[in-house]
């Protein structure tokens, strides 16, 4: 077991984990503590195939569910001796090019950069508290959402508004950063490319979802901005809607920005158009309300495909990944249909195919290969902390 990466991705309620090999991707455990703070909590461990080992009862806080992780490797076993720990961490801001060893230096920046991400960096930041105290002597790392999109040029990340905001940090950062670097690199590999080379457009639709233009490698251009809410339209997230929004609803209905935000990412997305902010519930519908919802959620897709096709100038493949990417062959039809003069096209039939690993789904030969690729964060924030260890 000297080899694990023991990876922690800290939520508000939640603590999602799991024992990595980073040379081979394979999986010792994987856990959920769900429901953190409720009347009644759930942990959820699995070694296996086999039955998971459950742990129902309160958890009061995250230092609970982090000792009921550790009660859950005790009892249902691997040993829990890890190399390392990488943590999620949302927002890096400006100060995070790469995955970094954590010390008190590093947790200090993350805490100054909470208020780009006031729901996430302070709940990763309890995590990695927690599990340096867990885990005494054992080096922690960082690995960031936004640092795979500091490669972005000025004129991306870049907003038109005053000086002063800009120097106080508003300018477009990205997400899903940890995704998009595993994801196209095995992109590059179902090719047989070398990636430096490839031109891609990244779909990561979930719950949240981005686009993102890849030129060799890197990220050029992303939908999400200073935080996960403008772009696609997702499942609780507005996405990009006018600017002058919170102003009118501010004088119309004496909303304050608080409630405006609040309600642009939690109570915007597919839940504001359908009541429901699952994906398959929408399709399982079929009304008039459930079909605009779909019409405008593909639309912005399609929208975001085209634009990053021009600043790409040329795209090597489209690649779909996250639960709705992956899943949903309907979603990827109609989010690419009218495309064909641009060289993209989808093949019904490999489109419908039941299949839960990496694949084409476009027809043979087509010029721009559409994929869908399973995404692994866990494994990548395996992979780059393995890669901060001293040698």
């Not at 077991?1 to 800290?10: C, F, K």
């Not at 990488?86 to 970094?100: C, L, P």
């Not at 233009?213 to 996405?239: H, I, K, Q, Y």
């Not at 043979?364 to 399973?374: C, D, Q, R, T």
Request: include cysteine.
């Amino acid at each position: 077991m000297a080899d694990r990466i023991l990876v922690l991705n800290t939520g508000s309620s939640s603590i999602k984990y799991e024992l990595v090999d980073p040379r081979t991707r394979a999986r010792s455990a994987r856990g959920l503590v769900e429901r953190i703070g409720q009347e009644q909590g759930r942990l959820t461990h699995r070694t296996g195939d086999g039955p998971p080992y459950v742990l129902d009862r309160p958890f009061p806080g995250h230092g609970e569910g982090l000792e009921a992780m550790m009660e859950a490797f005790a009892a249902a076993g691997p040993e829990l001796a890890p190399v390392a720990v990488g943590h999620r961490v949302v927002h890096g801001g400006d100060r995070f090019a790469e995955a970094v060893l954590i010390d008190d230096e590093v947790i200090a920046a993350i805490e100054e950069l909470a208020p780009l991400a006031p729901l996430h960096n302070p709940v990763n930041l309890t995590g990695i508290r927690l599990a340096r105290k867990v885990f005494p002597g054992v080096p922690q790392v960082a690995v960031f959402d936004t640092a795979f999109h500091r490669t972005l040029p000025p004129e991306a990340y870049t907003y038109a508004v005053p000086r002063e905001w800009r120097e106080r940090g508003v300018r477009r950062f990205g997400f899903h950063g940890t995704s998009c670097a595993y994801v196209s690199r095995r992109a590059a590999a179902l090719l047989g490319r070398d990636l430096a080379g490839l031109g891609l457009i990244v779909l990561h639709l979930g719950n949240g979802a981005s686009a993102t233009a890849v030129s060799g490698g890197r990220s050029l251009d992303t939908s999400m901005g200073m935080t996960p809410l403008e772009g696609l339209v997702m499942g609780t997230r507005s996405g990009d809607v006018d600017p002058a929004v919170g102003g009118y609803l501010a004088r119309t209905l004496g909303l304050d920005a608080e409630q405006v935000e609040h309600a642009l990412s939690h109570g915007g997305g597919l839940l504001a158009l359908t009541g429901s902010s699952d994906m398959r519930q929408v399709r399982a519908r079929d009304d008039a309300e459930a079909r605009l919802a779909l019409d405008v959620y593909t639309r912005r897709i399609r929208k975001y495909v085209g634009a990053y096709y021009a600043l790409l100038g040329r795209v090597d493949a489209i690649v779909f990944t996250g639960g709705v990417g992956e899943h949903d062959a309907a979603t990827r039809a109609e989010s690419l249909a009218g495309l064909e003069r641009l060289g993209i096209a989808v093949d019904a039939t490999l489109n419908a195919a039941a299949s839960g690993g990496e694949r084409a789904v476009s027809p043979a030969g087509a010029e721009v290969p559409v994929l869908v690729i399973p995404t692994d964060e866990e494994g990548e924030i395996a992979r780059q902390t393995m890669e901060k260890l001293p040698a």
